[in-house]
């Protein structure tokens, strides 16, 4: 089942349920699920009686299979770093068996990026750095984009650098931000911060701010300003994914979304993009390109960045691989 399928039937069997138990199950999911389920369910088209029943059949045989299911850290530690890598497990791994994300955190999730960044604003910008790297990157990129320049430079800076969070970063965040993690003298050191994060955090701002951000990294490490270009991964990046990726990709994208993007494209990844259609659907997304007209720089930011949310998730899955810069092949 593919995560479109499984969000289709969750919000389906949520509107089966009614609104008084689906808000029961609503109670225990975050934000991002939260959202995804609501925006799923406003858009859902009507459903034939037919798919709700197959849908609870479905469910019901699931259930039938047997009792519920424990497994103990060292297996849930397994297997993240067996389907995720050494790497991207370890920072799951920290927040999962480790409880970083706690009350304070929790609540910072369910803000609008605006209110967010009003209330964090005038911490030290180490203590913000440390907040970002808590959150979703792109709801941080989302965050800065609010901070005045000079911050927001810093703060990206203090990410790029940052090795870890200590306990005692921690005991600030506490301070910071109202109970956010309780018994902080007792968590371990996370794996969070450095080059690649603030690389991901740059993927979710917009050109103008990121091009700052850079310069003034450059101006106090040039090799550090090198590594979070290097780790970057931008809409142009597409042009080093095999033809194959791009295929995979074109599947997973609207196409009102597809054209938007290629208008801030260069003729090149153009170019690829309609090798690796049909020659009829190549030729209407051509007509549909130059139809379209002038579109603001915004918009086209906005959906190249949808674009790439889906091609992290199938690099994630595995199926979509692209030549490192550094030469050789790598997942992105």
Do not use: C
């Not at 995560?3 to 609104?19: C, F, I, M, R, Y």
């Not at 859902?44 to 479905?58: H, I, Y």
């Not at 994914?241 to 260069?266: F, W």
């Amino acid at each position: 089942m593919t995560p479109e399928e499984g969000l289709e039937k969750s919000a389906l069997l949520l509107l089966t349920l009614g609104a008084d138990e689906a808000s029961e199950v609503l109670k225990h999911l975050g934000p991002r699920e939260v959202q995804k389920l609501g925006m799923q369910m406003a858009t859902m088209a009507p459903q034939p009686r037919a798919k709700v029943e197959a849908l609870l059949d479905e469910l019901e045989a699931h259930f039938a299979k047997g009792a519920l299911v424990h497994a103990d850290e060292e297996q849930i530690r397994l297997m993240l770093t067996k389907a995720l890598g050494d790497e991207r497990a370890a920072h799951l791994i920290s927040r999962v068996l480790q409880g970083s994300d706690t009350a304070g955190i929790e609540s910072l999730k369910w803000m609008d990026a605006p209110t967010a960044a009003d209330l964090i604003k005038n911490e030290h910008p180490q203590i913000i750095a440390t907040i970002l790297v808590h959150l979703e990157v792109d709801q941080a990129g989302d965050i800065l984009k609010h901070f005045p320049d000079r911050l927001r430079n810093d703060v990206v800076l203090r990410i790029a650098t940052l090795d870890g969070v200590q306990p005692a970063a921690l005991k600030e965040l506490n301070d910071s931000l109202t109970r956010m993690l309780a018994g902080a003298s007792t968590v371990k050191k996370a794996a969070m911060g450095g080059v690649r994060h603030a690389a991901e955090i740059l993927n979710f701002v917009g050109s103008a701010a990121e091009t700052a951000v850079i310069d003034n990294v450059r101006e106090y490490d040039p090799d550090l300003a090198q590594k979070i270009l290097d780790e970057m991964f931008v809409f142009e990046n597409l042009m080093d994914i095999d033809d194959r990726g791009i295929q995979t990709i074109l599947r997973e994208v609207q196409s009102d979304s597809l054209i938007v993007a290629l208008k801030g494209a260069s003729p090149d990844l153009r170019e690829k993009v309609f090798k690796n259609m049909s020659s009829r659907a190549a030729e209407m997304l051509r007509e549909d390109l130059e139809a379209k007209g002038p579109v603001r720089l915004s918009e086209v930011e906005a959906e190249q960045k949808e674009i790439l949310k889906i091609v992290r998730r199938l690099a994630e899955e595995g199926q979509v691989m692209m030549a490192s810069k550094g030469g050789d092949d790598g997942f992105v």
